[in-house]
């Protein structure tokens, strides 16, 4: 453990400069500016300090990204390294480095053999902007132009750029900015909710089936691609139940509609195999990545393509009109390699399968099978969600659900716990390397927290 760091400036005086200079994510800003904004200033393993010197337990992994955790030396000395050799590079003018070309032989070594390209970016939601571009370019090469609309789903989530938010599914981003032509969507397996009198393997079926009638809607001559997460993250850590995906896939081969699969949050371990869509069973056709790549000590994303059409792409496409200034960036491409290795060769992502997730997952569900307040408790790996419930058996949830779920988060944040509340689900997931004891004191403490939100609700 080492020392706590000295507060250079005070909080106060830290919160009124931001609130002077920054607008922030998902959040009324003038309600934030009156409340002020913790001010983290320290990451080690699992644990962040703020500073006032409080200690916080990360079960969100920051936003699923830190995998392995804050404070690892090997992620900073291969970017110093980087820094000092080869600040900065790009990939235009028919150049390339070694650093991107190594990262991309580590990566399509842990990728199932059916991909072989990427497009490396700077985030998911460039990933996502590009992946619609290059779903189009791919039709129009193959002489179907028409073949331009994607399908999502409602309350996925893609991003926050234009094309991203328009691709995923939540309607008060759409209100903020719009939407872009030729964007679809369909309904989230989401079977705590939307059951009715089904099995989920049979809601599974109904909601896959509900992307054929769409493509029928729209004429299958007219769709480019389906795109959805293969759980969904932000719209809650939900999970489709095992019917879904196979039937999705079979849709999307029996109709020519490519396959794309939003990894961003699944893949670099989460669900306990490499990419989420492995544990799913489906085999997409594009992958988009970003997050655990680095394990967000830099910023950096990518799409991953198949054989399938990167060689359409490559042979066919003649110039390729895109390109962005940090695209396979040196330093980020150095960090990427140094984090993968570290996930394969300390047998990180083996031991959340086969360990520390079962751990996690039977620890929930012991404490919180039979909680007053939750209905469900889904996930796999180390992601999970509580679902709020007013009663189990009927799956009723509660009106003020939103309200439920903000203010145990909050009791959360109090006890020193930063989890996530979405809708009516309590979400969280540490990073890779969290141990038994992280994890003891992050079901212990979310405990606390939604017995709290319980009794003041009158629930407990």
Same mark, same amino acid.
């Given at each position: 453990?080492?020392?706590?760091?000295?507060?250079?400036?005070?909080?106060?005086? #830290?919160?009124?400069?931001?609130?002077?200079?920054?607008?922030?994510?998902?959040?009324?800003?003038?309600? $934030?500016?009156?409340?002020?904004?913790? +001010?983290?200033?320290?990451?080690?393993?699992?644990?962040?300090?703020?500073?006032?010197?409080?200690?916080?337990?990360?079960?969100?992994?920051?936003?699923?990204?830190?995998?392995?955790?804050?404070?690892?030396?090997?992620?900073?000395?291969?970017?110093?390294?980087?820094?000092?050799?080869?600040?900065?590079?790009? @990939?235009?003018?028919?150049?390339?480095?070694?650093?991107?070309?190594?990262?991309?032989?580590?990566?399509?070594? $842990?990728?199932?053999?059916? /991909?072989?390209?990427?497009? #490396?970016? !700077?985030?998911?939601?460039?990933? !996502?902007?590009?992946?619609?571009?290059? +779903?189009?370019? /791919?039709?129009?090469?193959?002489?179907?132009?028409?073949?331009?609309?994607?399908?999502?789903?409602?309350?996925?989530?893609?991003?926050?750029?234009?094309?991203?938010?328009?691709?995923?599914?939540?309607?008060? @981003?759409?209100?903020?900015?719009?939407?872009?032509?030729?964007?679809?969507?369909?309904?989230?397996?989401?079977?705590?909710?939307?059951?009715?009198?089904?099995?989920?393997?049979?809601?599974?079926?109904?909601?896959?089936?509900?992307?054929?009638?769409?493509?029928?809607?729209?004429?299958?001559? !007219?769709?480019?691609?389906?795109?959805?997460?293969?759980?969904?993250?932000?719209?809650?850590?939900?999970?489709?139940?095992?019917?879904?995906?196979?039937?999705?896939?079979?849709?999307?081969?029996?109709?020519?509609?490519?396959?794309?699969?939003?990894?961003?949050?699944?893949?670099?371990?989460?669900?306990?195999?490499?990419?989420?869509?492995?544990?799913?069973?489906?085999?997409? &056709?594009?992958?988009?990545?970003?997050?655990?790549?680095?394990?967000? /000590?830099?910023?950096?994303?990518?799409?991953?393509?198949?054989?399938?059409?990167?060689?359409?792409?490559?042979?066919?496409?003649?110039?390729?009109?895109?390109?962005?200034?940090?695209?396979?960036?040196?330093?980020?491409?150095? +960090?990427?390699?140094?984090?993968?290795?570290?996930?394969?060769?300390?047998?990180?992502?083996?031991?959340?399968?086969?360990?520390?997730?079962?751990?996690?997952?039977?620890?929930?569900?012991?404490?919180?099978? !039979?909680?007053?307040?939750?209905?469900?408790?889904?996930?796999?790996?180390?992601?999970?969600?509580?679902?709020?419930?007013?009663?189990?058996?009927?799956?009723?949830?509660?009106?003020?659900?939103?309200?439920?779920?903000?203010?145990?988060?909050?009791?959360?944040?109090?006890?020193?716990?930063?989890?996530?509340?979405?809708?009516?689900?309590?979400?969280?997931?540490?990073?890779?390397?969290?141990?038994?004891?992280?994890?003891?004191?992050?079901?212990?403490?979310?405990?606390?927290?939604? &017995?709290?939100?319980?009794?003041?609700?009158?629930?407990?």
């Amino acid at each position: 453990m080492t020392a706590q760091v000295k507060p250079v400036r005070s909080t106060g005086d #830290y919160q009124a400069a931001d609130a002077a200079h920054h607008i922030h994510a998902f959040l009324d800003q003038k309600a $934030l500016n009156a409340e002020g904004p913790r +001010v983290i200033v320290r990451g080690e393993g699992l644990a962040l300090w703020d500073n006032d010197g409080k200690r916080y337990l990360d079960g969100m992994s920051g936003l699923w990204c830190t995998n392995l955790g804050y404070g690892r030396k090997d992620l900073a000395a291969a970017a110093s390294q980087q820094l000092e050799q080869l600040p900065y590079y790009n @990939m235009f003018f028919h150049t390339t480095h070694p650093a991107v070309v190594e990262l991309s032989e580590l990566l399509f070594s $842990l990728l199932p053999a059916h /991909y072989s390209h990427a497009i #490396y970016t !700077n985030s998911g939601s460039e990933a !996502n902007e590009v992946l619609i571009r290059t +779903v189009r370019r /791919y039709w129009q090469i193959l002489g179907k132009p028409q073949k331009k609309i994607m399908i999502g789903r409602w309350n996925g989530y893609h991003g926050s750029t234009l094309g991203a938010t328009a691709l995923g599914g939540m309607k008060f @981003m759409h209100d903020m900015g719009g939407v872009i032509p030729d964007v679809a969507h369909i309904d989230e397996p989401y079977w705590f909710a939307h059951e009715g009198d089904l099995t989920p393997a049979e809601f599974g079926l109904r909601a896959a089936r509900q992307l054929e009638e769409k493509i029928l809607e729209l004429g299958a001559e !007219n769709v480019a691609a389906f795109v959805a997460e293969p759980f969904q993250g932000a719209g809650g850590m939900i999970f489709p139940p095992e019917s879904y995906w196979p039937e999705i896939q079979r849709i999307c081969r029996q109709y020519d509609v490519l396959l794309c699969a939003d990894e961003v949050i699944g893949g670099f371990g989460r669900t306990g195999e490499w990419f989420a869509h492995q544990h799913f069973g489906f085999e997409p &056709d594009t992958l988009s990545i970003a997050k655990g790549l680095t394990s967000g /000590y830099i910023p950096m994303g990518g799409l991953i393509l198949s054989k399938r059409m990167a060689q359409v792409l490559v042979e066919q496409g003649g110039v390729f009109a895109h390109g962005l200034t940090y695209s396979g960036h040196p330093v980020a491409a150095a +960090v990427a390699i140094a984090n993968l290795k570290a996930l394969r060769d300390e047998g990180i992502v083996s031991r959340v399968k086969h360990e520390t997730g079962p751990y996690l997952q039977r620890c929930l569900r012991e404490v919180f099978g !039979n909680h007053p307040l939750i209905g469900e408790v889904q996930g796999t790996g180390l992601v999970a969600a509580l679902q709020f419930a007013e009663d189990k058996a009927s799956r009723k949830r509660f009106a003020n659900e939103n309200d439920m779920a903000w203010r145990c988060r909050t009791l959360g944040f109090e006890e020193g716990l930063i989890i996530r509340s979405t809708l009516g689900r309590m979400i969280m997931a540490p990073a890779l390397v969290a141990s038994h004891a992280d994890i003891d004191e992050l079901v212990d403490k979310t405990r606390t927290a939604v &017995d709290r939100t319980a009794r003041e609700f009158g629930r407990l």
